[in-house]
């Protein structure tokens, strides 16, 4: 069974401080790599996607891949209360399907 | 911006029940999901369909069915409703090919008494 582990926090950060979130996965062959966004009640959003090894930013955020390690990580800098969230961790194969993971609970205190 | 819309938000059904879940999305795409959400284990593949009329099973897809009579439509379909069945379910939609980024729908919460 492939799969994509995250540590389930919750994960408290103070306002203005860096998020550091982190994914493993087991499939050796994935290809590409999604941070969705998951507010309390609310659908899945993607935040970004990184193809590549090494960091992709955008804003904020930095999406990090090391795929000799099998890994993925997301920061967020200068965190926000409204960065406030679950975070899920997606990795595809290479088909059609998406594999998430359990997702990790960010609480950024004011 | 992509749209991608479930007809209920909430449902209550009984067991045994027979269920429909109705999916459109509006930008052309070709693939269409349904996944379900629980507590702790994260978003899991029910049905996936990658054109009009096609389908395939994703990870979980004992007692459920789909249904893609048209490309904007993709219905999840629950032949004998049951407790274990109660759960989020998500529709999403991406362009055609693999490896695409998924827009997810805003999701029906499916209780089952």
């Known amino acids: 069974q492939k799969e994509v ?19 493993t996965y087991s499939d050796r062959g994935s290809q ?9 009640g609310k659908s899945p959003e993607l935040i970004m996607s990184i193809y590549s090894n090494g960091d992709k930013e955008d804003g904020r ?9 099998q890994y993925v990580s997301l920061l967020i800098r200068d965190s926000q209360p409204s960065d406030s969230a679950t ?15 359990a997702g990790t609970r960010l609480f950024v205190k004011a | 911006d992509v749209k991608v819309t479930q007809s209920s938000r909430y449902l209550v059904k009984r067991t045994g029940e027979k269920v429909f879940l109705e999916c459109v999305q509006d930008m052309d795409h070709e693939n269409m999901f349904w996944y379900r959400q629980d507590p702790g284990l994260g978003l899991r593949l029910i049905y996936f369909s ?6 395939e099973k994703g990870d979980i897809p004992e007692g459920y069915s789909v249904s893609r009579e048209k490309k904007e439509r993709f219905s999840l379909i629950l032949e004998s ?7 989020m379910y998500l529709c999403a939609s991406s362009l055609e090919g693999t490896n695409e980024k998924l827009f997810f729908g805003s999701g029906t919460q499916l209780s089952v008494l």
Do not use: H
């Open chain 2, 50 to 55: 990658y054109d009009v009329k096609m389908k």
């Open chain 1, 61 to 69: 955020f930095t999406a990090q891949l090391n795929k000799a390690s």
């Open chain 2, 81 to 87: 409703a049951s407790t274990n069945q109660t759960s």
């Open chain 1, 5 to 23: 582990e995250q540590n389930s926090g919750p994960l408290s950060v103070p306002e203005g401080a860096i998020a550091s979130l982190n994914c």
């Open chain 1, 87 to 101: 975070y899920l961790c997606a990795v595809n194969m290479g088909g059609f399907k998406t594999i998430f993971g």
């Open chain 1, 32 to 40: 590409s790599f999604f941070w969705y966004r998951q507010y309390s």
